[in-house]
């Protein structure tokens, strides 16, 4: 089922961010939804996850949806290990022998037993990026979750994303359109 946003408003102390806004974001796809900053790409990830609640308007299709996302802030339990960050969120765990494997595959050359604090900025949103979609879930959230890598790290992040992620929704908020040139996308722009 596709994530229909229908009719939507949203204003924060006055300031109007949405007036009466409507999109699709197509189910089992890529989904980049652009804009300038400031234009409402956050807010509008954050009602679709019902973290906020449109002030008229209405949003169908994530009805017991696994939703799972990757935040501008990476979100990780500095003090506790690269390990422990990924199985806290997961049902089914992950021996320390697979850990290693996929952060191999994402080019975070740690352990798992490694403290996240100790991670580079990259590889804290690598790490991010894998505790997300090892979630195994129905709809992905990435606001700008490649902000921060290079070119070669975000090509190999984003390939990782869409391999593991087929058939199910991936909702990119992003300013980097270049970096999903090649690929089939459903764009949305924002005004």
């Given amino acids: 089922m ?3 946003i229908r009719n939507i408003s949203k204003a924060f102390d006055g300031k109007e961010v949405f007036d009466d806004f409507s999109c699709i974001f197509r189910q089992g796809c890529l989904n980049l939804l652009m804009g300038s900053s400031g234009s409402g790409k956050t807010t509008l990830l954050r009602l679709v996850m019902g973290i906020l609640k449109a002030d008229s308007g209405s949003i169908h299709g994530t009805k017991d949806k696994r939703i799972r996302a990757v935040f501008q802030e990476d979100r990780l339990l500095l003090n ?4 422990v960050n990924i199985n806290l969120v997961l049902e089914e765990k992950y021996s ?3 850990i290693a494997e996929y952060l191999r595959r994402l080019n975070v050359d740690v352990p798992p037993s490694e403290r996240a ?3 580079s900025k990259g590889m804290k949103r690598r790490l991010a990026v894998l505790r997300a979609v090892l979630a195994e879930p129905d709809i ?3 606001d700008e979750a490649f902000s921060g890598l290079d070119a070669e790290n975000a090509q190999n992040t984003l390939s990782f994303i869409i391999e593991n992620m087929k058939g199910r929704t991936i909702v990119a908020a992003t300013h980097k359109e270049q970096l999903f040139f090649g690929l089939n996308y459903n764009k949305i722009t924002l005004p």
Avoid: F, K, N, T
Avoid at 80 to 83: L, T
């Fill in 140 to 142: 992905l959230i990435l």
């Fill in 117 to 119: 604090e100790r991670l």
């Fill in 80 to 83: 506790m290990s690269v390990a």
């Fill in 96 to 98: 320390d022998g697979e």
């Fill in 2 to 4: 596709d994530i229909e």
